[in-house]
């Protein structure tokens, strides 16, 4: 079930990479049909990233309000509007609006999409199934290139056809029903329970969905305790660096330069010696092919060997090809054009497999629940609004310094993302989302955030064991390993409440039960803890940090809570 909503979902990447790409194979031909001035050709093709910055102002509000679906439905619609109403213009300004729409779209789409999938994903494969949204757009560009190969010179029908997926997304998302994490706080546990089931293809009584379901409930309370957050909230000590990753990494990604390539890549063709508009196109197809290609490979790698060595690669490979680049449109040395093209070549590989799906990747991760939406929305609203400045200055720079300079420039970016990803980007692989929001509670640096340091999903056979541990012993302990935390002055007093949360929790008990067996109640030290120290000490850390709510409804009132924000 999961990957039939991956693939639903994705049908919004196809959307956003076929308006993209087809304004490049139609960009000749409307020269031909309109007399468009410099100005009014930037305006145009970059209305669809500012249409964007719009679309991601508002997504973020509105996911949280009326759902990831409900947005998602309403993104659909303004898809198929958009392409339609491109497909019928009788002036310039006639498609800068369409698609201011459908750039609209895109800016509510980019935001929700990776959401929806990673709130229903689980967290083994949450990287490479929030990737297939990138997957999508690279398929969506490619589409567009072979339209406009096949279609010549008929623009309308390519503009039109934009609307197809836009109806297969809307009917899609009819059969679907929305996250469960946006479910537990707007629907209830019941709610949430039987749609993580649905997702999982098992019954909702059984353990595993028990043990996931008890680990989201968890951190809807913190939720619920937030409600009133806003756009200031995103400045708060502890959400600053999910920010500073969110929005960082999406503008090394702008100014790398992909959009760019992709809006003028038959531009940079006739630049390096391909003269047929027909060459180019051509050469822009085996480009949009490396870029479906590579995702596939990145999609491979991100689970496997992680976000942060991707980055380190896509930002190295990213780099020393742009510098070919520049090389080759710096001189006019034949073999050296050839240089450029291997470059170019070597640049799309880089991004598809690393730049291009890791930031989504990494938004959808590494933001609190109750400020996710929010969050994304601010790292979006910074993707378009820099993809909006790239795109439109690009053959206004070109103009200036040269091809060369602008891609020794959008090097000297690349560069600096290596130092970007060692200094602030922690490393999110198989990280339940509930156990990074609880590190970012914490305090620690969040590049500090390790795999190692999380615990795994209990099995059933545990689950099921566990329940021959009785509450009464797992108060003893809990009693035990408060003593054994730096927060026991505050959590001494909700002992008795906390172990009625813990014995709940199917990864909690799980690992009450092992350390019963193995010690009894003679908890003395953390040594005694063994191998169950993490999910434990984890527990009771994201008692104390992440779930202000859960102290209040205790009796812990204003006094408690100060101290947890002091």
Partial sequence: MIYFVAAVVGLTGILFGFDEGVIAGALGYLRHTFDISPGNEGLMTAAVPLGALFGAAVAGRAADRFGRRSSLLGAALLFMLGAVAASLITAVWMLSIARLVLGFAVGVAALVAPLYIAESAPAKQRGMLVSIYQLAVTLGILGAYITNFVLDDNWRLMFFLGAV??????????????????????????????????????????????????????????????????????????????????????????????????????????????????????????????????????MALIDRIGRKPLLYIGFLGAALSLSMIALGAWTEI????????????????????SLGPLPYVMMSEVYPRHIRALGMSVATLANWGLNFVVVFSFPVLVSTIGLGGVFAFYALVCFAGLFFTRRYVPETNGVPLEAIEAHLASGQALRLLRPSLTAQPPSPQAVQDSLALTREQAGQLIHALIQLSPYRQDLQPLADKITLLAYDNHQVRVALYALWQRQGAAVGSHRALGAQKTVLMMFLEHIRYASPVFLTSVGEGPATKGALHG
């Fill in 334 to 353: 034949p073999w050296l054009d050839v240089v450029a093209v291997l470059g170019l070549v070597i640049y799309i590989a880089a991004f598809a497999a």
């Fill in 165 to 298: 997926p836009g109806l297969g997304l809307f009917i899609g998302m009819l059969f679907l029903t929305d996250t469960p994490r946006w479910l537990a706080g707007s629907r209830g546990r019941d709610a949430a329970g039987h749609a993580l089931a649905r997702l999982r293809g098992l019954p909702v009584s059984g353990p595993q969905v028990q043990a996931e379901l008890a680990q989201i409930m968890v951190s809807d309370q913190t939720a619920e305790g937030q409600q009133t957050t806003g756009w200031g909230e995103l400045l708060a000590q502890h959400v600053r660096p999910a920010l500073v990753v969110g929005v960082g990494l999406f503008a090394l990604q702008q100014f790398s330069g992909i959009n760019a390539v992709i809006y003028y890549a038959p531009t940079v063709f006739q630049e390096v010696g391909f003269d047929s508009h027909g060459t180019q196109i051509m050469a822009t197809i085996g480009i949009g092919v490396v870029n479906v290609l590579m995702t596939l490979v990145g």
